[in-house]
């Protein structure tokens, strides 16, 4: 039963095993005479024959070099379409069909993916390691004669894919893979470094190195957009980055020394604003304070000389009414100010009189001699 099993299985396996190559091999007759069986009747021609046969061959030959036409464009591409060497247009995402060669050409470009382009310097392998320097791109002169090694990184993308393709010719970058023809080889290269000399050359080296380095950016994105724009590479710069920015070596200690006593003044600046921050709300509250205190004291001043003035109406009133009686009080309220604290007396014609103090007291000792204005 076991051997019997075995047979089987060796049966199977004889049944599923590919044939050999002697077996799938075919003539050239049996070839032709398939392709004759396989062939219409075609009025003319006949369904056999070399004629046929030819015929055949050609629309499958047609067939195939028609859908070699067939294209696709991704999501973040776009294609440029040329016929006979002649720019068609552009199509974007999706399945589409051109011309194919050698009457119509197409090349499917990435737009929309940023970039990057260093200039100054060559990263290592990863991208990012800082390989080497290039002095020739890195090294210029500012506004104040001074040298100074600026390495950059410009991230930019393709706007506009005819321009791109077609209107300016370049030599290439080998550095970064960019193949001859397209503007963002040694164009753009020069392009930067033409903007970054421009900006750096107007200003100090200072500002490059400490406090206008983000202007600096700025005006050289600018100027980079500006010169694109005017040889129509049809590339967009999105964003211009300061990487190192040093002065030359033979130098570059005392520009150290620099930059500390720079740090130094900013931090005693910042000490200084925030003791003027704490002392200045309570400066305020204290000439709050005074003023408030002056203003009562005008007030009081005020009020008193108002009564004053108010109680000098009112005896000029009473002495107009009665002028002697007016006149003797007086007098006696002016002894009584001028002679505190004794007995005073008051002499008539006929009699000594105490004098009563107008307050209501009875002290002190002495004589007035005299009435109204005696001595």
Known sequence: MAASNEDTQVVDNKMYRPPQQEETQLTMDEVIERLKASLPNIPGIGG????GLIFAAMIVIAIIWAGTGFYTVGPDQEAVLRTFGKFQGTTTGGLHWHYPGPIGKRNVVAVTTARRMELGFRSGADGFTVAQS??????MITGDENIVDVQAVV???ISDLKNFLFEVDDPGDVDRGVSPGSPDGRTLRDIAETALRQVVGARNIDDVLTTEKEQVQTDVLFKMRELASEYETGIDVLQVLLQNVNPPLEVQ?????????????????????????AEIPKATGEAAK???????????????????????????????????ITRQRLYLEAMEDILPGITKFILSDTAVLPFLPLDGSASGAGTISGVGGAQ
């Open 48 to 51: 056999a024959g070399s004629a």
């Open 134 to 139: 290039v002095t020739n791109e890195s090294l």
């Open 155 to 157: 991230q930019y993308r």
């Open 253 to 277: 200690s005392a520009f150290e020394d620099v930059v500390r006593a720079r740090e130094d003044r900013e931090r005693l600046i910042n000490l200084a604003e925030a003791y003027q921050a």
């Open 290 to 324: 005074i003023t408030e205190a002056a203003e009562g004291f005008k007030q009081g001043r005020i009020a008193r000389a108002q009564g004053e003035a108010d109680g000098f109406n009112a005896i000029l009133n009473s002495y107009e009414q009665s002028p002697d």
